[in-house]
């Protein structure tokens, strides 16, 4: 999947102490993520089937949980620097909302009478909202795109 990330967490302003005595702040913290990442669907999913979520199966089943998945994604700027772990629901086949908690990475100083004396790279949750599409959607549109010309 890729897709597209909104944090509603304000990371840079998590830090107390801004200034050089204290533990380090997050400058221009991106609230808006480009991502890639991974799914895992609960259950067998028909791609062929482009019945909204609320529709059936081939069998009359409801196509709730074999739209529900399981994500992992990472921002694509930096890699480790947003780590994206939650759910998704494709309302339709190849398209997903998703949510969960994004771990972002900072560095954490610590100082001893104000000089550094020690430096960390840690991560902290927050929360994130997202929209994403199956990659394969990519190769559809450039094909219909092709034969239409």
């Known amino acids: 999947m890729a ?3 909104y944090t509603v967490n304000d990371f840079a302003s998590l830090n107390a102490n ?3 005595t204290g533990p380090g702040i997050v400058e221009n913290e991106k609230k808006t993520h480009f991502f890639a990442g991974l799914k895992v669907y609960l259950k067998k999913i028909d791609i062929r089937n482009t019945n909204f979520i609320g529709g059936k199966d081939s069998h009359g089943k409801n196509l709730f949980w074999s ?3 399981l994500d992992v994604g ?3 700027s930096d890699p480790l620097g947003n780590i994206f772990t939650g759910a998704g629901l494709d309302p339709w086949t ?3 909302v998703n949510f969960g908690a994004v771990w972002n990475r900072y560095t954490y100083n610590t100082y001893t009478s104000g000089i550094q004396s020690s430096s960390q790279k840690r991560y ?3 929360f994130y909202i997202g929209i994403s599409t199956d990659i394969t959607l990519f190769a ?3 094909k219909l795109l092709s ?3």
Do not use: E, M, V, Y
Request: charged share 15%; hydrophobic share 40%.
């Open 18 to 20: 801004a200034t050089n």
């Open 67 to 69: 739209r529900t998945h």
């Open 140 to 142: 559809q549109i450039a």
């Open 124 to 126: 902290r949750p927050g």
């Open 147 to 149: 034969l239409s010309k």
């Open 94 to 96: 190849g398209i997903s």
């Open 74 to 76: 990472f921002d694509l």
């Open 3 to 5: 897709g597209i990330a």
